[in-house]
C-alpha cells in the first residue's frame, strides 16, 4: 500500500491566519481525500482532491475556508483560511484507487493536529 | 445511500477477556466494510476488511469480524483482550462499484482495557 508523508504533525497557530498542510504519497494515486477529525468525533470528509481540476467539497464546506490543490497523482495541500477556535481537529490526508480503494480500502496520513489559539 | 451504526461509543474489558465491537450499516448497494484502529495520537491503521468474500474475515492482532447481511451487521471480534489493544475503533463502509469510492465512518467506539 502508499505511503504517505503529512506534514506538519502539529501547529499551534493565531486566529485570523491561514495553515497549509501538505500530503506527499510515494506513488501515484487516483483518489486523495481531505478529512477532519474534531476533538473527540469521527472523521468528516472535507473534499476530494481531483488532479488537475477544482477539488470536490462536501456540504458544509467551501472552497474559500479550505482550498485544495492537486497538481499531480502523488501531492496535494489543504489550507486551512482565516482560522478560529473552532478549527481546532485533526486533519487526515487519505489515498486510495477509487473502485479498487472501495473494495480494498484506504491509506491515511498520520495526520495534523491543529491548535488555534 | 451508506452510513454505519457503531452501537457502543465506550467499551470496557479485561485484559485476556473477550472483545466484542458492534456495528451495523445501511448500504444501497453491496457493500465493503472495514474496521480501523487510532492509537492515541497515532494515524489510522487498517485492521481488516470485508469485500465479498469469505463472510468471516481476519485481521491483524487477532481480530475478526463477520458480515451478516441478514442482520446488516458486522460486528469486531478477539477472544482475549491485551492492553495495546485500548484505542478508537471506527467501523466504514464503502460502496463497492463506485468509482468515487468514498468512505463512510461510523462515530467510533472508545476501547478500554483494564489490567
Known amino acids: 500500500s502508499a505511503v504517505i508523508s503529512q506534514k506538519p504533525s502539529r501547529d499551534i497557530c493565531q486566529r485570523g491566519t491561514s495553515l497549509t498542510i501538505q500530503c506527499q504519497v510515494d506513488?501515484?494515486?487516483?483518489?486523495m481525500f481531505w478529512y477532519r477529525q474534531q476533538p473527540g468525533q469521527s472523521l468528516t470528509l472535507i473534499a476530494t482532491a481531483n488532479q488537475g481540476s477544482e477539488a470536490t467539497y462536501e456540504s458544509g464546506f467551501v472552497i474559500d475556508k479550505f482550498p485544495i490543490s492537486r497538481p499531480n497523482l502523488t501531492f496535494s495541500t489543504l489550507t486551512v483560511s482565516n482560522m478560529s477556535p473552532e478549527d481546532s481537529s485533526i486533519y487526515l490526508c487519505?489515498?486510495?484507487?477509487?473502485?479498487?480503494?472501495?473494495?480494498?480500502?484506504?491509506?491515511f496520513g498520520s495526520g495534523t493536529r491543529l491548535t488555534v489559539v | 445511500a451508506q452510513s454505519v451504526t457503531q452501537l457502543d461509543s465506550h467499551v470496557s474489558v479485561s485484559e485476556g477477556t473477550p472483545v466484542l465491537l458492534r456495528c451495523n450499516y445501511s448500504?444501497?448497494?453491496?457493500?465493503?466494510l472495514f474496521w480501523y484502529v487510532q492509537h492515541p495520537n497515532k494515524g489510522l491503521q487498517l485492521l481488516l476488511k470485508?469485500?465479498?468474500?469469505?463472510?468471516l474475515v481476519k485481521g491483524i492482532n487477532g481480530f475478526e469480524a463477520e458480515f451478516k447481511k441478514s442482520e446488516t451487521s458486522f460486528h469486531l471480534t478477539k477472544p482475549s483482550a491485551h492492553m495495546s489493544d485500548a484505542a478508537e475503533y471506527f467501523c466504514?463502509?464503502?460502496?463497492?462499484?463506485?468509482?468515487?469510492?468514498?468512505?463512510?465512518f461510523g462515530r467510533g467506539t472508545q476501547l478500554t482495557v483494564w489490567p
Open positions: 487519505s489515498v486510495g484507487g477509487g473502485a479498487a480503494g472501495a473494495n480494498y480500502g484506504y491509506t
Open positions: 448500504s444501497s448497494y453491496s457493500p465493503s
Open positions: 470485508y469485500t465479498s468474500a469469505a463472510t
Open positions: 506513488s501515484q494515486v487516483t483518489m
Open positions: 466504514v463502509v464503502s460502496s463497492r462499484g463506485s468509482t468515487l469510492g468514498r468512505l463512510y
